[in-house]
């Protein structure tokens, strides 16, 4: 039966683990959702410092003495000792790092370490170690020979003064705790923080034993139970007993507290006492007798309770309450899920990530200027030209340009303008795209600024900082310059002539024809055209229609814009080829703006968003992961295992206790 | 009241006046900034507080005690006032309903305190002459400020103490619930520090003046035992130690002599610590509107460069026009004469090509170079059109590209978010029309420039070329050609066919040159008036450019008097005014402190960054 049980809790630890790598994975994804990191969760605390470490190993029980500043847990906790492990100061906030005491069983420190893993360890040298201002979670620890052999306890710092550090270390504790020792007072007992620290406990199933320290007997014998009572309800923590300790420095100080215990129902407990084991009853008689007339006797009253609690039990009732906490529906991991799928459909909203562009999204590329793509075109056409083509081409040519001399010198075309095929007006054009979309992104990071969370914020306000925008214009534009325009068109022409080879070889060989017929007819065409007077009107009138695509391609297979007029009667006559030509063309240049438009996009990745655009996307669409899965699953498993395993305990826990191992 | 109090409150009241005139007005103001604005958001509530003030200046002072559940603050006025008149308990929390007791013969109706929310007690006690005093319910005991909580209940009189009992027990003063609303409940509030328990406790004061010490200035804390004292007075004793001296401490500082400088320190340091939040989110952001002054200065000076460049090409491209307009300038100045009229003729052609370009002409600077005259009313014809069209675009011509216009508009509104300053509207081309309009308002005013300068040009090197040695030399070789045809002719005509046979020189009269003669006579007369006008005009041309170098360079050293974003300059400047503003409205609130020393108020009280310590 032992063993069985123990299986469900190997279980359970196992998958206590794989769900900590899990949600170890999943969080690298969701840095930028607006949701609380796990690590600040209190059920990760728990899962990290009381699940993993405790889960399936024996048996023994963490007891943890805590309360508010100067309320003596100091003084409390030595007195269990038996020793003056901790130093008790009259000023407040004194006790730094918890001290804990360790039966020989865990003499070895990684024993020790693996119950306690977010402290340092340190081996305790006297009693002021506590008191050390330090940065680091330390832990002093000692070996007590006094303690019961399953006993830890831990003296710890206090959870109410401005030093919040304290606070923290002190939950540490409470998570690794199995009984606590609630120190309180009748100043504090009702203070917001303290019952706020002790629901915590209560709720997380640890076992809470209230001790009234500095009270005034017997003048606040009438008052304790309604203490008790004000504190029960607002902690929800429901004792089994209560000590209470005198207002005794002296006392204190020599470690001979005379505790008393008292059962629920305060001093009238005696028809409730009744009800109580035998051993119970015995202790009630013993504290009634000690506490009146030998306070020697007291002084190991709650030392004596200690020793006598149901270890095992207590100690899966602190792992039950722990697991439930990690698998409750409004605090545990399913709530924090929930937040996530929120935090990530909000994300997705706010940044447009979803539709097809996300972050970067360029519009209306400009379309390549039809002159340049012709050059290019012909440039390709002559090198594929038989010699007798190419000559003829090459002196129409140079008859072209000296021809077009007059009239671009009526035309005024500024001298010395190399890129007269209208590159450079695309240039000035493609740049003021580049910084509309840059503008755009800015625009769009403005309002994830606003919108987003911490983590988002952050990332993007040095985005937008002027010095960062001023630099990434200056970047994009240098890169802007220095691209090669003409090598990107003279690639992308020859891929796309090559797949029309492969493709559509009938339409290539036709167009292959008319620049070879344009190269033969072109002669008579001219001789005909001069004799008419009609040489330089082609020209003037070239430029005029050139902003057709058609007849302009037309012109581009057939050669130099002074045959147009003659070689349009070449191209009428293939007329079934033009209007695929037309297409093909317009799609040669939509080829050409995507291509550029991915340049952008590529250049804003690379100098302003960086892997941002990837992280957001990835948080955004965090639900649809491997990782979000894996702990959907993980955390099934471990209410399903939890559920087993309890209900397996309860049966077991009617009859009788369970023993340690 | 005796006289010199009275006028000594005059004054006081007169100052505060003015004090509270002064912020107002600055208030009033509005400077689009975040941190100025959020910072006139506070002073509004702050200011309404102040007014309430000014209203109660020389009531009772208003004291409260103020600590955590347990600490003894019901004992403590019971202990004050010598009778047991709100119930101190074991229980907590004990006071739930704040509790007032004030002077029988005292009315507090006008005092602005809620006093249907407290229960009131009218008691014959000494300390209830000069103050009310207030048992408050303590702050850590609820988890939140929800209505009718303890918490609630005291964050709604704290405001109207002017004295606060901070009380505390060697278990709680270290408390962070208490210590961070006290940080709240401080502000315009003087203090008294007082532990108490002192029959159970140990004594504590200094480690918690060590802890009080980074943000109030705490000059003396009591330690008492207000059940002991209480007990004394109920038997007729005087109560004995340090609670004595609190006694003492309370009569002195808060009797009604000491009202106005209590009233007046709290107000003051209302007020300086608001200014001093504001102060210190301005120096928060100053260093980035500086840097957009900055980044303007670096923009201008960017476009700058850029338009010289462009207006140095510009110049000595269209050197034709120069030409032309020196060729009028000459033929001014140079008289009657017949290369004067070869130059008329010439320049005549010239004028009516000239008008030609003018029609072409397309940027200010070939505008520029026609004339001045004609270039404004072209300008303005243009600016006509664009009002029409509301197209900016075709007068942004001085050469600056439009995509580094792009770019500057854009960085400046990241820069300007960057300094804080309210967000332009979404509509973004608003800032590149504003920029736009900029350019053409400096370019109309460098047309001016560049038109006089011009001119100027023109007729320092028409002078130059047209001094009477010159003239009369180049009229002389000129003439050179006419008078050798007309000499050639005059000799056939009188001597060859006419005087010499007469006079027998010649056997017979030779004829008269013929159309043979005449032709290549007139081709080579046009020759040579071409010869000498292009002789003529490359030695202008050679004058001319170095004379447009040297305008040209003038012109790209010269300062663009206005910068590019005049508003935003002005915003920038706004900006600075308000930071003196607010320097100079703390040093006002501090010298309205003024000589309430430290020694003269020993409460008490939070500390005020900047302030110093006494």
């Known amino acids: ?661 | 009241m005796t006289a010199g109090h009275e006028r000594q409150h005059l004054a006081l009241l007169r100052e505060l006046d003015e004090l509270l005139l002064q912020l107002r007005e600055w208030q009033g103001l509005s400077v689009a900034w975040k941190p100025a604005s959020s910072l006139r958001r506070n002073t509004a509530a702050v200011l309404e507080r102040v007014q309430s003030l000014r209203v109660r200046l020389d009531s009772p002072l208003v004291v409260a005690t103020f600590g955590g559940t347990g600490t003894g603050k019901s004992s403590l006025v019971n202990a004050l006032v010598g009778e047991e008149v709100t119930a101190s308990g074991r229980q907590r929390p004990t006071t739930r309903r704040p509790v007032l007791l004030q002077h029988r013969d005292l009315d507090l109706t006008d005092s602005g305190l809620n006093l249907k929310q407290v229960q009131v007690c009218r008691l014959e006690s000494g300390l209830l002459r000069d103050v009310v005093l207030i048992d408050c319910p303590d702050p850590d005991t609820s988890e939140g400020d929800s209505p009718g909580s303890n918490l609630a209940v005291l964050r709604e009189i704290l405001p109207y103490c002017d004295v606060l009992l901070y009380v505390t027990t060697q278990q709680k003063y270290r408390s962070s619930r208490i210590a961070e609303e006290l940080i709240q409940a401080a502000s315009g509030c003087q203090l008294v520090f007082i532990q108490t328990h002192a029959d159970l406790d140990s004594d504590i004061r200094d480690d918690w003046k060590r802890q009080l010490d980074d943000q109030f200035l705490a000059s003396r804390i009591f330690l008492v035992d207000s059940r002991q004292a209480l007990l004394d007075q109920q038997e007729g004793r005087q109560p004995a130690g340090e609670f004595r001296s609190l006694q003492r401490f309370l009569q002195e500082q808060l009797g009604s002599s000491r009202r106005l400088a209590i009233r007046r320190a709290s107000l003051t340091d209302l007020l300086g610590e608001t200014l001093a939040e504001g102060q210190l989110a301005y120096g928060e952001l100053s260093p980035h509107v500086d840097r957009l002054r900055e980044v303007m200065l670096e923009l201008r000076d960017e476009l700058r460069a850029e338009m010289s460049a462009v207006l140095t090409q510009e110049l000595l491209q269209n050197r034709g026009i120069w030409e032309r307009r020196l060729g009028t300038a000459i033929v001014d100045r140079w008289g009657l004469s017949p290369f004067s009229a070869l130059l008329r003729l010439s320049s005549g052609i010239g004028g009516l090509l000239a008008s030609l370009s003018f029609l072409r002409a397309r940027s200010s600077v070939q505008m520029a170079l026609v004339g001045a005259v004609q270039g404004a009313r072209w300008l303005k014809g243009v600016g006509e059109q664009q009002a029409e069209t509301e197209s900016l675009n075709r007068l942004s011509t001085l050469g600056i590209p439009d995509h580094l216009l792009r770019s500057a508009s854009l960085k400046i509104s990241r820069y300007r978010a960057d300094a804080g300053l309210d967000r332009m509207d979404q509509q973004s081309g608003r800032e590149l029309d504003d920029l736009r309009r900029q350019l053409v308002r400096m370019e109309r005013s460098f047309l001016g420039d560049v038109g006089q300068e011009v001119d100027r040009q023109i007729s320092l090197v028409a002078e130059r070329l047209t001094r009477p040695v010159r003239r009369w030399l180049t009229e002389l070789i000129f003439l050179l050609y006419p008078v050798f045809v007309l000499l050639r002719m005059g000799h056939n005509f009188f001597w060859e066919t006419c005087l010499a046979p007469l006079l027998g020189y010649a056997e017979a009269a030779a004829p008269l040159l013929a159309v043979e003669f005449y032709i290549p006579a007139l081709f080579f007369l046009v020759v040579w008036c071409g010869t000498g006008l292009v002789a003529f005009s490359s030695g202008l041309r050679g004058r001319l450019h170095s004379s447009i170098q040297d305008l040209a360079d003038r012109l790209a050293e010269q300062q663009l008097s206005e910068g590019l974003y005049p508003d935003l300059e002005q915003e920038c400047d706004e900006i600075d005014r308000e930071v003196q503003r607010l320097t100079e409205l703390r040093q006002m609130v501090n010298d309205f402190r003024g000589q309430l020393a430290r020694s003269q108020v020993s409460l008490g009280s939070l500390r005020i960054s900047g302030q110093p310590d006494s």
């Open chain 1, 1 to 661: 039966m032992a063993t069985e049980k123990c299986g469900d809790w190997h279980e359970c630890r196992d998958t206590a683990a794989d769900l900590h790598r899990a949600i170890g994975l999943l969080e690298q994804q969701i840095e930028l959702l607006d949701v609380q990191a796990a690590r600040d969760q209190e059920w990760y605390a728990l899962l990290t410092e009381k699940l993993l470490p405790q889960l399936g190993s024996p048996e023994f029980l963490v007891v943890a003495v805590t309360g508010g500043t100067n309320t003596g847990k100091s003084s409390v906790f030595n007195q269990l000792a038996g020793t003056r492990a901790s130093s008790a100061s009259p000023l407040a906030a004194g006790t730094r790092h918890p001290v804990c005491l360790v039966p020989s069983e865990f003499s070895e420190q990684a024993r020790l370490q693996q119950i306690f893993p977010e402290q340092r360890l340190q081996h305790w040298q006297n009693a002021d170690d506590a008191l050390l201002p330090d940065e680091q979670n330390l832990l002093f620890w000692r070996e007590c020979v006094e303690l019961p052999s399953h006993l830890l306890l831990l003296d710890t710092p206090d959870i109410d003064s401005d030093a919040r550090v304290n606070w923290k270390r002190t939950d540490s504790i409470r998570r690794a705790a199995d009984v606590i020792i609630a120190v309180l007072t009748q100043q504090k007992y009702n203070d917001a923080v303290v019952r706020e620290f002790f629901r915590r406990a209560a709720a997380e199933g640890r076992t809470i034993i209230p001790v009234f320290n500095q009270v005034l007997i017997p003048e606040d014998e009438p008052y304790w139970p309604v203490w008790l009572q004000t504190f029960c309800e607002g902690s929800g923590v429901v004792p089994e007993v209560v000590f209470l300790a005198p207002a005794d420095r002296r006392a204190a100080a020599a470690m001979q507290l005379p505790f008393s215990q008292r059962l629920m129902g305060g001093s009238a407990s005696a028809d409730q006492a009744e009800e109580k084991t035998a051993a119970e009853n015995e202790l009630e008689q013993r504290s009634c007798v000690a506490g009146d007339a030998v306070p020697e006797a007291g002084t190991r009253l709650l030392l004596d309770y200690l020793r006598q609690l149901p270890a095992g039990q207590l100690r899966l009732k602190s792992l039950r309450g722990s697991l439930d906490l990690l698998c409750d529906p409004a605090v545990g991991i399913p709530e924090w899920l929930r937040r996530l799928r929120q935090a990530a459909e909000r994300l997705q909203r706010d940044s447009g990530i979803g539709t097809e562009d996300g972050l970067i999204r360029v519009e209306k590329w400009p379309a390549v200027p039809v002159p340049a793509v012709l050059e290019v075109l012909s440039d390709w056409w002559r090198i594929r030209q038989p010699a007798w083509a190419q000559t003829i081409n090459r002196v129409y040519g140079q008859a072209g340009k000296m021809l077009l001399q007059p009239v671009n010198l009526l035309r005024r075309r500024p001298a010395g303008n190399e890129q007269s095929d209208g590159l450079q007006e695309y240039r000035d054009e493609e740049w003021r795209i580049v910084q509309q979309t840059v503008q755009q992104v800015m625009q769009q990071l403005e309002r994830l600024q606003d919108t987003g969370g911490a983590a988002l914020q952050q990332r993007v306000r040095g985005m937008l900082s002027g010095d960062a925008t001023g630099a990434l214009l200056s970047r994009l534009l240098a890169e802007h310059k220095r691209f090669d325009q003409q090598q990107e068109l003279r690639e992308l022409v020859d891929r796309s002539m090559q797949q029309l080879e492969s493709e559509r070889p009938e339409l290539y060989r036709m167009l292959r024809r008319i620049n070879h017929v344009s190269a033969a007819v072109r002669p008579v065409t001219s001789a005909v055209l001069f004799s008419v007077g009609f040489g330089p009107a082609g020209d003037l009138l070239a430029p005029l229609a050139g902003q057709a695509v058609m007849h302009t391609a037309a012109d581009v297979f057939g050669g130099t814009a002074a045959a147009i007029a003659g070689e349009a009667v070449v191209t009428t006559a293939a007329e079934s080829g033009v209007g695929i030509v037309q297409s093909w063309f317009c799609r040669l240049q939509a080829g050409y703006s995507a291509r550029r438009a991915t340049w952008l996009a590529g250049q804003l990745q690379q100098h302003l968003l960086g892997d941002l655009a990837e992280e957001i996307c990835r948080a955004a669409s965090v639900v649809e992961s491997e990782d979000y899965r894996r702990v959907a699953v993980g955390l099934d498993q471990m209410q399903e295992l939890t559920g087993r395993a309890m209900s397996e305990q309860d049966g077991r826990d009617s009859g009788e206790t369970v023993e340690s191992d």
